[in-house]
């Protein structure tokens, strides 16, 4: 638009016809798609505090502008929004329907005051029913994780349970049909260190044309506020995260702008570890890819989610092949129960002759053996996979509840589950994950958080055998149980009097850790209350102490790209072979290196099904789903495979496939989100001890990813590792694992993640 006093004259002309679009075809309601307009602008005369203005959204700039003559007869900018701080746009009518849906009290109109933004608040809390009395019949999984048997289920310490917003046509991404009615234009303006949501107040002209413009105008403009629709938001608080402010955080920062959106938001304040994965992986909780699961914490609630959406994913699974074999045990009695009939005839007719009443056929193919070769598949059934939902050593009785499948549904009418997005809001310690999604300060989550793009990410599958000592330092450690032939199974089954290698399974969505790194992240837990800093305050306290080294077994595959790339850089060398035909990954789905990789290992989505759900595809329908980690496997048992073997003493060692461990550490500077490389950053102890001014030069160039340089660290890409703790322990995520040996694959492109602009 034209920012001269004749360009704006001419918007105010009602014969003008140029920089504006025709809207006539627009339908009502929902905007056609293929609508479109000769210029990137979009202008509309409208009627602002009594005075004549142009509101334009233009498209190329994303920025929204409100612009009028003023008394000199000037052109003068009233706003100029950026379209990424735009959290909605709104009719009369669907703001009162807004606000009516966050209030118990009907419209709540006014402003958004102190304490009514309490009393809303509280109102999303989610509306979850107590842990069910014992003996009740009316069970689904429940995923635990307590060794009290407490299910996953919240309930806040006032017994206050408020229902969860209601689903309305207002969620859709369209605007009421309402001519000459008033207009709101939120956007998010940031003032000192809290949120502020202004509305910019306004309705068009009344003639024909300019309501068509506006119509058109504010379709434009929620499609790019919304461009992947609007959803229904779950916000897992963890109180105890970083310096305990999450909820503070989220009544303060978060709820004020998603107050003013068209998505649905529910609140659940976690009371215990794994409470925010125990309540993902019960699957009577309705999650499914309608939904956002937000974490407001740090990277150990990300990790929880995901990891109850594989555990729920898993229990899906069991539940779908237990109805696959019970249907094809149903079709194998009906066949029975036909031979049995035409016996019976034939029989009948033979009874004439020889008196014979045909107990032998009715013993053969009688219906009594075949309902217990049903009920005995179903009981079979059940008790695998009850344990594929359950944290705890001793899974829950009825974990699947009375009935698996309803007799009344077809297999096919069985929905796979669909995965949700993850997103988060930065309140804890390290939030590498929100500096990697570019998301690091809680306004830009927010704003993130409205507009939803997403990103997808590979993931790791650490397979290992479960450590006794271990598990004691770990309470009621939640996992997934895998036999050694990749089929799902309790850790007591046995053939033939032996027992098998059983194996359990967790996924890690941004790190596995051994060494120096560990020893700073638990080592300052004392010191949550510093936030962030507390990892360079003791790191500072460690380095003056003196830093050890660790005893350690590492093996790993050479990772190759699709082009030939590896990377491999060890110690003496100061700089990163293959470095320039690795360029730094964006962070979004258009990265060129992870598009032109991502099949370079075998895909985990390729073996699913609608929706990115997994199902059988070896032997025939009655064949149990495919283990994760075998989406993008190794055969770690076949040493015909290039192995490389790393043992020794390390300082530390770090896998990951995100760039930032933490806001200020950039671990893995080359590493890329789903390129199917897993990336090893690691210190030998090689050639003798390493000095202080060593490691001070390592400490104050990892922010800057600069010490992957160093003569000391070796930088490599792997597909596929093996890591032995001699010494010490292994940490994923931030968080401590039960175990002292750890198989890590890949799986490729598992998940999406909420990312910044």
């Known amino acids: 638009m034209s920012n001269g006093k ?50 334009t959204y233009d498209r190329t700039r994303e920025h929204v502008s409100l612009q009028r003559l003023d008394v000199m007869g000037q052109v003068a900018n009233v706003v100029n929004i950026p379209m990424w701080n735009v959290v909605n746009i709104e009719t009369s009518e669907e703001r009162g329907l807004r606000q009516s849906r966050h209030s118990t009290m009907g419209t709540a109109g006014g402003t958004l005051t102190k304490r009514k933004r309490r009393r809303l608040f509280l109102n999303l809390f989610k509306d979850v029913p107590r842990h069910p009395e014992k003996g009740s019949q009316n069970l689904g999984i429940m995923s635990i994780s307590s060794s009290t048997q407490m299910s996953s289920h919240y309930c806040s310490a006032s017994g206050f349970t408020p229902t969860l917003l209601r689903r309305s046509s207002f969620g859709h991404i369209h605007s009421s049909d309402c001519p000459g009615c008033l207009y709101y234009l939120h956007y998010v303006k940031q003032s000192g260190s809290s949120l502020q949501v202004s509305t910019l107040e306004f309705s068009p002209l009344s003639d024909c044309e300019s309501q068509g413009k506006m119509k058109f105008l504010v379709q434009s403009i929620l499609r790019s506020v919304y461009p992947s629709g609007t959803r229904k938001l779950i916000l897992f608080v963890s109180p105890k995260s970083g310096s305990g402010k999450a909820v503070s955080i989220t009544e303060e920062k978060v709820f004020p702008v998603l107050y003013f959106t068209r998505h649905e938001v529910s609140v659940i304040v976690t009371t215990r570890v794994f409470h925010c994965e125990d309540y993902i992986a019960d699957v009577v909780n309705d999650i499914n890819s309608e939904h956002v699961i937000v974490c407001v914490g740090g990277d150990g609630m990300i990790h929880e989610a995901v990891n109850g959406l594989f555990r729920r994913k898993q229990a899906l699974l069991m539940r779908e092949s237990a109805g696959m074999k019970q249907k094809e045990g149903t079709l194998h009695w009906e066949e029975e129960e036909e031979a049995h009939q035409k016996e019976e005839e034939y029989e009948k007719k033979e009874g004439d002759r020889n008196e014979n009443n045909g107990f032998f056929v009715r013993d053969k193919y009688g219906s009594i053996e075949g309902k217990e070769t049903v009920e005995k598949a179903e009981i079979a059934d059940l008790e695998g996979a009850q344990h594929v939902g359950s944290n705890s050593s001793k899974p829950f009785a009825r974990q699947f509840g009375v009935e698996i499948v309803s007799h009344s549904h077809s297999h096919s009418e069985i929905q796979p589950f669909s995965m949700p997005l993850i997103a988060t809001i930065p309140a804890g310690s390290g939030c590498g994950m929100a500096k990697t999604l570019d998301i690091s300060s809680v306004k830009e989550s927010v704003l993130a958080l409205v507009h939803l793009r997403t990103c997808m990410k590979d993931l790791m599958s650490m397979q290992y055998i479960r450590n006794s000592e271990k598990e004691k330092a770990v309470a009621s450690f939640p996992h997934l149980i895998v036999n050694s032939a990749g089929d799902k199974g309790r850790a007591d089954d046995s053939k033939g009097g032996k027992k098998e290698r059983v194996m359990a399974e967790r996924i890690a969505f941004m790190t596995v ?150 806001k200020d550490i950039m671990m893995a500077p080359l590493a890329h989100m789903s390129d199917g490389a897993i990336d090893i950053v690691f210190s030998r102890e090689k050639g003798g001890k390493k000095s202080r001014s060593d490691f001070l030069k390592f400490f104050t160039t990892m922010e800057t990813g600069n010490h992957v340089k160093l003569p000391f660290v070796s930088y490599i890409k792997a597909r596929a590792v093996e890591l032995e703790a001699v010494e010490g322990f292994i940490m994923s995520d931030g968080e401590m694992m039960p175990f002292t040996k750890v198989r890590i694959t890949p799986l490729r492109r598992a998940i999406e993640f909420v990312r910044g602009r």
């Not at 409208?46 to 004549?52: A, L």
């Not at 060890?570 to 320039?580: L, M, R, V």
Request: with cysteine.
């Open 6 to 55: 004749e360009g704006l004259f001419l918007l105010f002309s009602p014969t003008n016809g140029k920089n504006t679009c025709q809207s006539a075809e627009a339908a009502p309601g929902r905007v056609n798609e293929s609508a479109s307009c000769s210029s990137d602008e979009l202008s509309v005369r409208v009627r602002y505090r009594r005075k004549e203005a142009i509101l």
């Open 513 to 662: 850790t051994f060494g120096l790194l560990n020893a700073i992240d638990r080592g300052s837990e004392k010191l949550r209350w510093m936030g962030n800093a507390r990892f360079t305050a003791y790191g500072a306290y460690v380095f003056l102490r003196g830093v050890r080294s660790y005893s350690a077994r590492m093996r790993y595959l050479p990772w190759r790209g699709r082009e030939g790339q590896q990377l491999a850089k060890f110690e003496k060398e100061s700089f990163i072979p293959g470095e320039p035909e690795l360029p730094r990954c964006t962070w979004t789905n258009a990265c060129s290196h992870c598009q032109a990789n991502m099949n370079s290992t075998r895909s985990f989505t390729a073996s699913l099904g609608v929706d990115g759900c997994a199902i059988a595809s070896r032997g025939t329908a009655g064949a149990e789903p495919l283990s994760i980690s075998e989406c993008g496997s190794a055969d770690f048992d076949d040493d015909s495979l290039p192995w490389v073997k790393l043992d020794g003493n390390h300082y530390a060692i770090f896998l990951s496939n995100i760039r930032d461990a933490t």
